[in-house]
Structure formats: C-alpha cells, structure tokens
T-cell receptor
Framework: EPEVTQTPSHQVTQMGQEVILRCVPI?????FYWYRQILGQKVEFLVS????????KSEIFDDQFSVERPDGSNFTLKIRSTKLEDSAMYFC?????????????FGPGTRLTVT | AQKITQTQPGMFVQEKEAVTLDCTYD???????LFWYKQPSSGEMIFLIY??????QNATEGRYSLNFQKARKSANLVISASQLGDSAMYFC???????????FGTGTSLTVIP
C-alpha cells in the first residue's frame, strides 16, 4: 500500500541553524500539507500546497518557514534560523484531488529537536 | 474561535466494552469533512474514519463508527469491543470546504484496561 515517507526521522539542530525536512507524498496525490505537534499538545496546521503554490497557511507559518516541491516527488519544509520553540514533531500529509476526497495520509513524522 | 473541541482529556474502558469519544465542531461552511485519527505512543497518525457533511448515513469502519449529529455539530467516535491495542491518543479533525486547512482537537487519551 502506498504511503507518505518522511526523512529524517529525528533531526537535532542548534538554535539559529537552518533545517530542511523532507517528505515524499503518495504519487497520485496533489494536495500536500505540513503540520507540527509540540510534545503533548494537539496537531497544528502549518501550510497546505497545491499546484506548486501555497493554498493556505496558518499564523504559525511566518517568514521563518518555506515550502517547496523541488521535483515531482519531494515536498520540503525549510525552517530558517531555528528557535527552541520550533522543537516538535513535524508531519507531512497528502490527499487525492477533489473536495469530496476523504482522508489525508500522514507520514510517520520528523522529530525536530532544537538545542 | 476553536474549531474542534474534545472535552475528554482521558478515558478508560474495559477490554471488550464499547467506548464513545466526544467531538464537537464549529463551522459556517456548508460543506466540510470530519475525521478521526489514532496516535499510538510511537507517534504516527493513523486515519480511522471519515464523515462528509452531506453524508446521510453515519460512517462505519470495522469496529469504528462515527455518530454524526449535524444539528448538534457533534461527531463522536464509537469504538466497539475495545482491544488493548486501542490504547492511544485519538484526535478529531475537520477539513474546511476548500479542503485547504484541517483543524485538530486537543485529543483524548484512551486507556483500555484488561
């Protein structure tokens, strides 16, 4: 069964450094998402992406963040100048086209630790 | 305004019993989708069940069913015949009409007691 993959599974970085989190969505999906979950808290929407542009972004997704689909398979989240409070689990998700489409498929997540 | 409310931070259920996890939502969109996800201690998000706002019947997926009461704006998850492996965090989520944004509740931690 096709699945969303994410790399790395765990990333440790120093405050102020840039990180790139990578995701490979399911191949026939056209909508892509990034979420974050601070330890013990709820899942928070960051951004959605369709047709090579951002469809929607939350107030969390400020100028520190950017997303890119550099090729036909990868979908990346870049965090510039990381802060301690960026430490969280970051989930990528994708879904099929069509408003009636049901679930998003989540990747296993990347745990980001900023020290 | 909070879009999804889960009022039960923690629930306990005896193995083989049924349990209901509550979820209420708030939206003015005429069309939306409601979801439940399971998050075990390993951290991954596992899709369980989906209900479209125009679906006439309540969604069911195996031991999971969604008790959708549109007028009350509630979408409770019912797990029948609980198993030890059901112990996890459960998140209710809503997709807006455009499908571009998903809102998650704060989650309910379910513990199944042998």
């Amino acid at each position: 069964e096709p699945e969303v993959t994410q790399t790395p599974s765990h990333q440790v970085t120093q405050m102020g450094q840039e990180v790139i989190l990578r995701c490979v969505p399911i191949s026939n999906h056209l909508y892509f998402y990034w979420y974050r979950q601070i330890l013990g808290q709820k899942v928070e929407f960051l951004v959605s992406f369709y047709n090579n542009e951002i469809s929607e972004k939350s107030e969390i997704f400020d100028d520190q963040f950017s997303v890119e689909r550099p090729d036909g398979s990868n979908f990346t989240l870049k965090i510039r100048s990381t802060k301690l409070e960026d430490s969280a689990m970051y989930f990528c998700a994708s879904r099929q086209p069509g408003q009636g489409a049901g679930e998003q498929y989540f990747g296993p997540g990347t745990r980001l630790t900023v020290t | 305004a909070q879009k999804i409310t889960q009022t039960q931070p923690g629930m306990f259920v005896q193995e083989k019993e049924a349990v209901t996890l509550d979820c209420t939502y708030d939206t003015s969109d005429p069309s939306y989708g409601l979801f439940w996800y399971k998050q075990p201690s390993s951290g991954e998000m596992i899709f369980l069940i989906y209900q479209g706002s125009y679906d006439q019947q309540n969604a069911t997926e195996g031991r999971y069913s969604l008790n959708f009461q549109k007028a009350r704006k509630s979408a409770n998850l019912v797990i029948s015949a609980s198993q030890l492996g059901d112990s996890a965090m459960y998140f209710c989520a809503m997709r807006d009409q455009a499908g571009n944004q998903f809102y998650f509740g704060t989650g309910t931690s379910l513990t199944v007691i042998p």
